[in-house]
């Protein structure tokens, strides 16, 4: 998590439309995306997925914008912004340790609640970035240390007064990809997927 615009008690965003669905083990899911044409071997669009953040569960520290509050992102908030993330731009920071919204690398094209994890995918600007795979894939030299953190604005705080502040409402303006360490929560995640190549089929002539 990180970076929060403007947290305040009066207003933070809406959204609204999504899709329900029902898990293996009963666990209701809340799921959007964008559907893109499929091109082969695009230069510039490398897929991703990460853990964004987790819902109904206080973040591991406080995130910049939340005056030293640890905070909740409520379940029923993270639904209701769904629709917000979609097309939201990822971003990094150099060091990776924070965000930089005017340093765009990618697009959010799907995002979906699965139990306390809020989870997206998209695409990197691998032509336009071509030094990110190579670093994100790496981990920094470390296996599974790249994370995420979420950017917002628009955000209600239940109680300001409270050491633990809940955010029932948000909309999602962006996430940052950045070391899982440096992120409020530690339990997110980020990694690249390598599109799989295109069959070729012989047919007898």
Known sequence: MGHADGLHRQRFG???GREGLR??????MRAMAVEFPVVHGHPNRLPFEGVLTLVDVASD???SGARGHRVVLTREAAEAALPSLLGMAVDYKAGWDGHDARQKCGIITAAEVDGQKLTVAGYLFARDFPEMEAKISSGMGVEGAMGMSYELADAHVADMRAQVWTLTKATFTGAAILLREKAAYRSTSFRVKRPMA???VAVAR
């Open 14 to 16: 809406l959204a609204a």
């Open 23 to 28: 898990g293996a083990a009963g666990l209701e």
């Open 61 to 63: 520290k406080a995130p």
């Open 198 to 200: 295109p069959r070729r």
